[in-house]
């Protein structure tokens, strides 16, 4: 069974930065995509970012130049840097393992999942 946890969450000023690590243990297929999604009060869960093992990454149009994502094999951790972040930003980030061939944003292909950390962009 895998456990993921994530952390880093917390306030931040419009234009401001945060970084989310996501740590993984327990059980991992070969292969496999770490996706991390986001989900705001009222609204539908949106996939962000993704990193494969094949080191593919994915990230939505509307973080791409902001946010970065990597992973750190020795301690298995992925992490999401967020820069220029933005007051409708403002949400439960999750990170989830999907079994699956490449990156995806659709949260139906993930098996596991975190509890989630609040990110809150506020002045």
């Known amino acids: 069974q895998v456990q993921l946890v994530e952390s880093g969450g917390g306030l931040v000023q419009p234009g401001g930065s945060l970084r989310l690590s996501c740590a993984v243990s327990?059980?991992?297929?070969?292969?496999?995509?770490i996706g991390w999604f986001r989900q705001a009060p009222g609204k539908r869960r949106e996939g962000v970012s993704c990193?494969?093992?094949?080191?593919?990454?994915f990230h939505v149009a509307s973080v791409k130049g902001r946010f970065s994502i990597s992973r750190d094999n020795s301690k298995n951790t992925v992490t999401l840097q967020m820069n220029s972040l933005k007051p409708e930003e403002t949400a439960v980030y999750y990170c989830?393992?999907?079994?699956?061939?490449?990156?995806?944003?659709?949260?139906?292909?993930?098996?596991?999942w975190g509890q989630g950390t609040q990110v809150t962009v506020a002045s």
């Open positions: 989830a393992l999907g079994n699956i061939p490449g990156c995806s944003d659709l949260s139906g292909e993930y098996e596991s």
């Open positions: 327990g059980f991992t297929p070969d292969h496999y995509a």
């Open positions: 990193i494969h093992t094949d080191a593919s990454t």
